[in-house]
Nanobody, 127 residues
Framework: QVQLVESGGGLVQAGGSLRLSCAASGRTFSSYAMGWFRQAPGKEREFVAAISRNGDSTNYADSVKGRFTIYRDNAKNTGYLQMNNLKPEDTGVYYC????????????????????WGQGTQVTVSS
């Protein structure tokens, strides 16, 4: 089992940057694929990015490709989402999620496939 805590959200102007962190407690963080999802007011939760257990494979939503980078440091039990050139439509609560998996390359997009979730961190991008 793993517990996840996000940090790094805040208010930023359009074009700015933020880095979100997801600290994991528990054992064997490297056994978990990790994903980031977001939810804007009045909208469903949507996939943002995912990274495989060892960090070699990544997957991005088209809306963030080229602007966001997901990466992880298994030695520190922490995952990250670097967000550059932020847009007002990136506003929302960002959640990190983890899936225990035997697949080295798993980078799924479906939220139902992730077993563990953080509490979320608010990102607000002003125009």
């Amino acid at each position: 089992q793993v517990q996840l805590v996000e940090s790094g959200g805040g208010l930023v102007q359009a074009g700015g940057s933020l880095r979100l962190s997801c600290a994991a407690s528990g054992r064997t963080f490297s056994s978990y694929a990790m994903g980031w999802f977001r939810q804007a007011p009045g909208k469903e939760r949507e996939f943002v990015a995912a990274i495989s257990r060892n960090g070699d494979s990544t997957n991005y939503a088209d809306s963030v490709k080229g602007r966001f980078t997901i990466y992880r440091d298994n030695a520190k039990n922490t995952g990250y989402l670097q967000m550059n050139n932020l847009k007002p439509e990136d506003t929302g609560v960002y959640y990190c999620a983890a899936r225990y998996t035997g697949s080295i390359n798993y980078t799924g997009r479906l939220s139902n496939n992730y077993n563990y979730w953080g509490q979320g961190t608010q990102v607000t991008v002003s125009s």
